[in-house]
């Protein structure tokens, strides 16, 4: 059954004889079921075609005593001046009294510029899924999405306007809402054809990503109008080549009134000579996430990359260690890295290790097995013996964020060896054990002033634990909030923090 009815034959007539191929009429018509889009191109147009075989004059006047011609005539022509005034949309009409297309039946739709017509045909779509299927991504779902020329909007906001005075003489009312949206109609297409082709289901929560940008450099200048009328709209972007965005194209239809819109732009839209172009084909996979614990037994080797004034100072890091390989194994573009805290370089992290999160962006290959992921942690661990990887695993995205939230709440354990030269007795040092919760200002630490502002934060020892040794020994247990700064503390450097210890030398 054909999805228009009586109502909608004059607006449907209007919008074929301008230009406006078969699916853009049904959207226009407020078709919004999905089937009758998804018939191919030339059968629409035929049915359509069937559908419109009307008497002339019942489309044009519906009076029982239609005027003579020449008057009908004059009030179709003044009826579209009214909407295009400044004669660059007239429609116009063949002496028979009809409106003459301008364009074959093939032609280029003046308001969708092609996308609804040869875009999403079978065609199309087997040579997108062609690159899709050469990308070489691993994926069981996909989310399409599309790019349409910001000029779209301009000309279904023209389309709109013509087709919005066509029903108002009906005593209808179109609003812009009524519409079926482009891109949705274009889903509706196109989806069960690229599932079909690549076997697997569309989902708008896949992190596999499959986007296409269509541009039509002959209409480009379609928008420019609306920044002389509405400058406010379009403002300059860091990371936009251009101010008409479809974003500030919709912001000025908005905006401009109808009058004014009519003085600048043809209603209805002139038809183009060529259809859109395709600019892009991508595809991207969203990142996916590796976390675990590592031990770093090495008193020579930094956290991350330690580069000063472009000079590398050690040759590796924890974070290569352990990233390179899997850089390799996902067939990621990059990579980044967190840790939950950092250590000195020439401190070891010893215990349970110290949890970190490799955030893996753009991956080939995503999905793997757990027997392959303890693989991939033995391969780590026998390529080098300065860090031990444990607790591999693939995790979510909240997963870091929790990781990082609760940096700032854990606390450090540091053990130092402290040499006095005073000779000490076991009560000289009792003391240190009663002391809690202390408060230090704690300035960035010079080793790390190329990377981070200078400032004073607020730290706290929460505990601290004596055993003595001999008479120029003690070792010191240390519990402190995460963050604060005790560099060597392996070593005997904890006199430069607290006055106290210098009772003790």
């Excluded at 290790?353 to 991956?363: H, K, M, S």
């Excluded at 730290?459 to 070792?475: C, G, L, P, W």
Aim: neutral net charge; proline residues 5%; glycine residues 4%.
């Amino acid at each position: 059954m054909f999805p228009l009815t009586e109502e909608s034959k004059r607006v449907a007539q209007l919008l074929l004889n301008t230009g406006t191929c078969p699916r853009c009429i049904f959207r226009f018509c407020g078709v919004d079921f999905h089937a009758p889009y998804k018939l191919p191109y030339k059968e629409l147009l035929s049915e359509l075609q069937k559908f419109l075989e009307t008497e002339k004059d019942e489309l044009i006047l519906e009076v029982m005593n239609p005027p003579p011609k020449k008057i009908r005539l004059q009030e179709l022509e003044d009826s579209v001046d009214n909407l295009s005034q400044n004669g660059e949309g007239r429609i116009s009409v063949s002496q028979d009294g009809s409106i003459a297309s301008k364009i074959s039946n093939l032609n280029v739709c003046n308001i969708c510029l092609g996308i609804l017509q040869e875009f999403c045909e079978k065609d199309f779509v087997k040579k997108v899924c062609q690159k899709v299927e050469a990308s070489g991504f691993e994926f069981t779902s996909l989310v399409f999405s599309v790019s349409f020329p910001p000029q779209l909007s301009v000309r279904e906001h023209a389309a709109w306007l013509l087709v919005k005075q066509e029903m108002g003489k009906q005593s209808l009312s179109l609003g812009r809402d009524d519409i079926v949206q482009l891109k949705e109609a274009y889903k509706w297409i196109t989806h069960p054809l690229f599932s079909e082709e690549l076997g697997v289901p569309i989902d708008g929560k896949s992190l596999f990503e499959v986007s296409v940008v269509f541009a039509h450099p002959e209409t480009v200048e379609d928008c420019h109008f609306l920044a002389a009328k509405c400058p406010d709209c379009f403002k300059p972007a860091k990371n936009k080549q251009s101010v008409f965005t479809r974003m500030a194209v919709m912001k000025a239809l908005n905006k401009i009134k109808e009058e004014d819109f009519l003085k600048q732009f043809p209603c209805p839209p002139n038809s183009p000579k060529a259809t859109c172009t395709v600019l892009e084909i991508e595809c991207a996979h969203g990142a996916v996430f590796v976390a675990g614990r590592y031990n770093k037994y090495s008193r020579n080797l930094p956290q991350t990359p330690w580069i000063i004034d472009g000079e590398r100072k050690l040759e590796s890091s924890v974070e290569e260690l352990i990233s390179d390989h899997l850089l390799t194994v996902f067939k990621a573009e990059s990579f980044n890295f967190s840790s939950s805290g950092r250590e000195d370089v020439d401190v070891r992290t010893l215990g349970n290790g110290r949890p970190f999160a490799i955030e893996l962006v753009n991956p080939h290959r995503v999905h793997f097995t757990s027997q392959e992921i303890k693989e991939l942690q033995q391969k780590i661990n026998n390529s080098s013996n300065k860090i031990q990887v444990r607790d591999l695993q693939l995790v979510t995205r909240e997963a870091i964020g929790h990781m990082k939230e609760g940096e700032e709440e854990k606390t450090k354990t540091y053990s130092a060896l402290i040499w006095t030269d005073k000779v000490i007795q076991r009560k000289d040092i009792e003391f240190l054990n009663d002391i809690k919760d202390l408060k230090i200002d704690q300035k960035t630490p010079l080793r790390v002033l190329h990377r981070r502002p200078l400032a004073v934060r607020a730290r706290v020892i929460h505990s601290m634990e004596s055993h003595y040794v001999d008479e120029h020994h003690f070792r010191l247990h240390l519990k402190t909030q995460a963050g604060t700064a005790l560099p060597g503390a392996e070593h005997t450097v904890l006199r430069k923090y607290f006055r106290w210890i210098h009772l003790l030398s």
